[in-house]
C-alpha cells in the first residue's frame, strides 16, 4: 500500500496517494503559470492533515520550487532585483510578526481555524475575481473584440513621498506601498503556508503598475527569501515542517510542473484562466462547508501536543 508514517503529522498516509496529490497541483501549476501552494495546502487538510503541519510543510516545498523558476527569470532578465529586495525586507518582518501569530494561536488551540478561515477568505474572493474576469475575456474573443487592455495611469505609489527609481521596472514611485505589501504577504505566507504569490503579483500590477513581464520574477525574489525564513522559524518555533511530507510534495510537485508546463501550449490563456478560477473557488466552498457542516464525529480523543 505503500504506507509511510509522518513524524510531525503523527499519522501514516499513502506515499503515492501524496505523489499524485501534488504532481496534480503541481501540472496546475505548469498549466497556468502560477504556484499551486494554495491548493496543496487545502488538499492536504482535505487529505487529514493536521492544518497547522500542511501549511508550514508546504512552504518548505514552495521554496524548493521557487528556486529553479527564480533562476530562469534571472537568465532572461526579467527580474527587478531592487523591488525584489525592498519586498523581501518588508516580507521578512511580516514572516517574523505571521510565525508569531500562528505561535500564538497554536498555544490556545485556534491555529486550525485561523489557517481554515484565511483559506476560505482568499480563496473565495480571489476565485470568484478569477472567474469573473475569465468569462469576460472568453465572451470577448468569442464575440470577436479584442482584449480589455490594462490602464497605466497613476496610483497612489506615484504620489506618496519616499520615492524611490525602479530602472529594471521603469518606475519612480513610493518606497511605502512596496513595504506595505510585502509586510502583508509575509504574514500571510506564515500563516498560509503559500509563497504569496497569488496576492503579490496582482498587487504589483495594478498598485504598482509593474510591467507584467518582470512581475513574476521579481516576486519569485521575496517568495523564496520569505517562504525560506518561514521553514526554519516554523521548524523551531513551532515544530511543524514534516521534512518526510515535504520530501514527497517536491518530487510530485517538481515531476507534475514539468508536465504542466508541456501541454500548456495546446490551451488558450483565457481557458486555462477559467479552470484556475473554479479550482480556486471550488476548493474555498468546500473548506467553508467543512466549517459548518457537522463531523461525522463529534468528539476525538488525543494526546495533547
Avoid: C
Avoid at 7 to 25: D, K, R
Avoid at 73 to 93: F, P
Avoid at 281 to 286: A, D, N, V
Amino acid at each position: 500500500m505503500m504506507s509511510i508514517y509522518l513524524p510531525i503529522a503523527e499519522l501514516p498516509v499513502n506515499a503515492l496517494v501524496i505523489l499524485l496529490m501534488s504532481g496534480a497541483v503541481g501540472f496546475v501549476s505548469g498549466l497556468v503559470g502560477v504556484g499551486g501552494g494554495f491548493l496543496m495546502t487545502p488538499l492536504l487538510i482535505f487529505l487529514g492533515i493536521p492544518p497547522a503541519v500542511a501549511a508550514s510543510t508546504e512552504a518548505a516545498q514552495i521554496t524548493s520550487t521557487s528556486v529553479s523558476g527564480l533562476l530562469a527569470y534571472w537568465r532572461r532578465r526579467l527580474v527587478d532585483w531592487r523591488m525584489g529586495l525592498l519586498l523581501s525586507i518588508a516580507g521578512v518582518l511580516g514572516s517574523v510578526a505571521g510565525v508569531r501569530l500562528f505561535a500564538a494561536m497554536k498555544e490556545i488551540g485556534q491555529v486550525d481555524l485561523l489557517i481554515t478561515l484565511s483559506y476560505v477568505f482568499f480563496l473565495s474572493i480571489i476565485g470568484g475575481l478569477m472567474l469573473w474576469e475569465s468569462v469576460g475575456a472568453l465572451r470577448r474573443k468569442s464575440r470577436g473584440l479584442p482584449p480589455t487592455r490594462r490602464k497605466r495611469g497613476r496610483t497612489l505609489a506615484h504620489v506618496l513621498p519616499l520615492r524611490m527609481r525602479f530602472p529594471a521596472s521603469g518606475l519612480y514611485i513610493s518606497v511605502l506601498p512596496p513595504l506595505a505589501i510585502g509586510f502583508g504577504v509575509g504574514v500571510i505566507a506564515a500563516v498560509m503556508g503559500v509563497g504569496g504569490g497569488f496576492i503579490l503579483a496582482p498587487a504589483m500590477i495594478y498598485l504598482l503598475r509593474m510591467p507584467t513581464q518582470v512581475v513574476v520574477g521579481t516576486s519569485l525574489v521575496q517568495v523564496l527569501i520569505v517562504t525560506s525564513l518561514v521553514v526554519v522559524l516554523q521548524s523551531t518555533q513551532t515544530r511543524t515542517v514534516d521534512l518526510v511530507l515535504a520530501t514527497l510534495l517536491i518530487v510530485g510537485g517538481v515531476i507534475g510542473a514539468q508536465l504542466g508546463v508541456r501541454a500548456g501550449a495546446n490551451f488558450s490563456a483565457e481557458r486555462l484562466r477559467a479552470i484556475l478560477a473554479v479550482l480556486v473557488l471550488g476548493t474555498g466552498l468546500k473548506l467553508a462547508y467543512d466549517l459548518v457542516a457537522t463531523p461525522a464525529e463529534m468528539f476525538v480523543l488525543g494526546a495533547p501536543r
